[in-house]
């Protein structure tokens, strides 16, 4: 497709249970970025990529979070040990080029932890 | 947490009316960005803006990047239906994260 893809669109989790998060970038875009989405609120940063170098992890919340992209394209977002307050849309983002602050986003992963 | 102040959360306008919106923040910025987001999407990218004073237009769509680099703000012209949604602004800094506000949900009544 044109557009960034990300799955599943949505996820049930049980507290405790590990998740996966999904994103297919644009192709042929150098940066991929996270953010987590509260109800009602703006997108909050959470890690960045450049190919395959993680440069900022800062905002990750806990060490439950877990980013990875192993050959520079399909990012992985895994979450440890759900808790309920970890309830968001997980967005990914990416650009073309580095420092390319044009990010097109995906239409992001519903998490809900009951 | 978030930097960036978009007041008020929500608006309200009648078809055909035109809209501002603005942006603030307590630090300096050195891009400004404007996303709009349908329920259930992703933001979508409107405008960017990328030097002090830059005013852009993008058809109905005019933003302005604060000559202080501490605000921005949007104007929507002649509105229509399909202008409803949250718009949100993005900062960003020397990193190539942004950093959005909360937003500001419009409504257009026909």
């Known amino acids: 497709g044109a557009g960034v893809s990300q799955s599943p669109r949505y996820k049930v989790a049980k507290r405790g249970q590990d998740v996966a998060l999904r994103c297919d970038p644009i192709s042929g875009h150098v940066s991929l970025f996270w953010y987590q989405q509260a109800l009602g609120q703006g997108p909050e940063f959470l890690t960045y990529f450049q190919n395959e170098a993680q440069l900022d992890k800062s905002g990750l919340p806990s060490d439950r979070f877990f980013a990875e992209r192993p050959e520079g394209s399909v990012s992985t977002l895994k979450i440890q040990r759900t808790q309920q307050e970890d309830s968001a849309v997980y967005l990914c983002?990416?650009?073309?080029?580095?420092?390319?602050?044009?990010?097109?986003f995906g239409p992001g992963t519903r998490l809900t932890v009951t | 947490g978030q930097q960036l102040n978009q007041s008020p959360q929500s608006m309200f306008i009648q078809e055909g009316e035109d809209v501002s919106m603005n942006c603030t923040s307590s630090?300096?910025?050195?891009?400004w960005l404007w996303y709009k987001q349908d329920p259930g999407e992703g933001p979508v990218l409107l405008i960017a803006l990328y030097k002090a004073g830059e005013l852009t237009s993008n058809g109905r769509l005019t933003a302005q990047f604060g000559i202080t680099r501490k605000d921005s703000f949007l104007n929507i012209s002649a509105s229509i239906p399909s202008d409803v949604g949250i718009y949100f602004c993005?900062?960003?800094?020397?990193?190539?994260?942004?950093?959005f506000g909360k937003g500001i949900t419009l409504s257009v009544r026909p």
């Open positions: 630090s300096i910025f050195n891009t």
């Open positions: 983002a990416s650009s073309f080029r580095v420092r390319s602050y044009e990010q097109y």
């Open positions: 993005a900062g960003v800094k020397a990193n190539s994260k942004l950093t």
